[in-house]
């Protein structure tokens, strides 16, 4: 049974608020596991004000949808109705061996975040806006785990089983694919935009790729009773 709907879907929600030591890896200071550890007063004072100013505009909008594999190349995935090249990696290719179905979002946080970091720029408050950015960043990343969580369960329910990401502009994988991904779920509902750079706006946005495989054991969650989301896990 699936319960996506074929073609784009859209889902808007809170993010999971991150520890402490979460924050202070995300934000690279990892000798500490509590802000009230990290020495240096100011430094402490500005990490709290990012952190406050962040969970307060800890939510995302995000665009997905799937699409089947109808054949892996050499140098390309190709899926239904998805534009041509739009997978074309050589280390697409391998990383997503076997792959049955592929899963395209974008993630945004909003405008909101590039209003902030601007104001904190005019205001000459640096550090604050330097580890707000990096919040940012982690934060992103969280909102796109939880739409893959959301797909992932989904998928389950078919048979089938996340086996890895990949985004525009890891190795092997060129960010002008986001010219192609971004109107292929659609992007602008939520906002989103490709520059000619092919960097996206609002800044703190992100687009994945997520390869689904079959099942080892061929059991949907209906099979062991209580629902099960596979595949969930951090990469």
């Known amino acids: 049974m699936r319960l996506l709907r074929r073609g784009v879907n859209m889902m808007r929600s809170g993010i999971p608020a991150p520890d402490e030591r979460e924050v202070l890896r995300a934000l690279r200071v990892p000798h500490a ?8 007063r100011g430094v402490r004072e500005a990490i709290t004000l990012a952190l406050d100013r962040a969970l307060g505009m800890a939510s995302f909008e995000g665009v ?55 104001e904190l720029a005019q205001r000459g408050e640096p550090a604050e ?13 969280r909102a796109s785990r939880v739409v893959e969580a959301r797909i992932t369960s989904d998928l389950a329910r078919a048979g089938l089983a996340r086996s890895a990401r990949y985004r525009p502009g890891y ?5 002008e694919a986001q010219g192609a991904l971004c109107p292929f779920v659609e992007a602008s509902r939520i906002g989103v935009t490709v520059n000619e750079a092919m960097s996206l706006w609002p800044r703190k946005s992100v687009t994945t790729v997520v390869a ?5 054991d061929g059991r949907t969650p209906e099979d062991e ?7 969930a ?3």
């Open 33 to 40: 596991t509590r802000i009230a550890d990290v020495e240096e």
């Open 64 to 118: 997905f949808r799937t699409a089947e594999v109808v054949e892996i190349r050499e140098d390309e995935v190709v899926t239904e109705e998805s534009p041509p090249g739009l997978l074309r990696s050589s280390v697409l290719a391998e990383r997503f061996a076997g792959a049955r179905e592929v899963a395209f979002l974008v993630v945004t946080l909003g405008e909101r975040w590039d209003a902030a970091l601007d």
């Open 129 to 141: 806006a330097w580890f707000l950015d990096a919040l940012g960043t982690f934060l992103v990343d």
């Open 171 to 175: 190795i092997g994988y060129p960010m």
């Open 212 to 216: 689904y495989v079959a099942r080892e």
């Open 225 to 231: 009773g209580d629902p099960v989301v596979i595949g």
């Open 233 to 235: 896990e951090s990469s």
